[in-house]
């Protein structure tokens, strides 16, 4: 089996899950076009842990952790089923490059993970594992955490690291108001970071990204790029989607598709 590509996608606010715009429509061409994965393993920032944990429900709930929106986004769910073996072989996997990792055997998946799949693979007929992020963990250390993983792409796994490109909601704007320039500038930064396959600059990208700060005051919605880049593996090649895709002036939709 070819080894498949590693993702990383934007799921921007849960209202993404109702209005998909360019980057829903992008990311379901995207995953036509692709082998059909044996099992997904996604990391998003709404499961941070003090240990790595793999969730391991046979029937993983679909989990609504958000407040405020329309009820509409309440009545969605996502009803991929999970897999206890594949949970044992990624916990096995990262074992084997020193990782000490927890079955979770009661945990679903966060609106990080099925808000984007519901676009990817509507059928939710794929088995999904949500890995957690860790919150002192930094750049580096995601980045390992998906090089460990990167084994499994040859067994028929799609490894996703579902974040924002860009994630500063104290400047959110409701209206759908103008692109900010400082979004602009950091996406384009890490556009023309990762055609150069700097992979020493995107780690330390808050010393080296224009606006980095303000672009993302914390991390943890750009960890998963740094997941889904480790997870690649060597001499891939950065594809850019959904890139024209900015909602509320302030969440880039960006997704990247690394392959071979």
Do not use: C, K
């Not at 089996?1 to 998909?20: C, D, N, Q, R």
């Not at 709930?61 to 958000?66: A, K, P």
């Not at 084994?151 to 108001?177: C, M, W």
């Amino acid at each position: 089996m070819s080894p498949l590509p590693t993702l990383f996608v934007s799921h921007g606010s849960p209202m993404f899950a109702l209005e998909p715009g360019i980057a829903g429509r992008e990311l379901r061409a995207l995953t036509d076009a692709l082998p059909r994965p044996e099992v997904i393993v996604i990391a998003s920032p709404h499961w941070m842990a003090p240990r790595v944990s793999v969730t391991a429900a046979p029937r993983p709930e679909t989990i609504h952790d958000f407040g405020g929106f329309p009820r509409a986004l309440y009545e969605l769910s996502y009803p991929a089923p999970g897999s206890p073996d594949w949970a044992r072989r990624v916990l096995d996997t990262l074992a084997e490059a020193g990782i000490t990792a927890h079955a979770d055997e009661t945990r679903g998946l966060d609106h990080g993970a099925w808000v984007p799949l519901m676009f990817m693979y509507p059928d939710a007929d794929i088995p999904v594992l949500q890995i957690s992020l860790h919150p002192h963990f930094t750049p580096a250390h995601h980045y390992q955490l998906g090089r460990a993983l990167a084994p499994l792409r040859q067994q028929g796994a799609l490894i996703v690291g579902s974040g924002s490109l860009t994630h500063n909601l104290h400047e959110f704007r409701s209206d759908h108001g103008p692109t900010q320039a400082y979004v602009e500038a950091f996406a384009d930064w890490i556009a023309t970071t990762l055609a150069a396959g700097d992979t020493a600059a995107l780690l330390d990208y808050r010393a080296r990204a224009p606006h980095a700060e303000r672009a993302h005051p914390t991390d943890e919605h750009l960890l998963p790029l740094m997941f889904a880049l480790g997870a690649a593996g060597d001499d891939w090649r950065a594809r850019r989607i959904a890139g024209d895709d900015v909602r509320y002036g302030m969440l880039a939709m960006d997704a990247y598709v690394f392959e071979h």
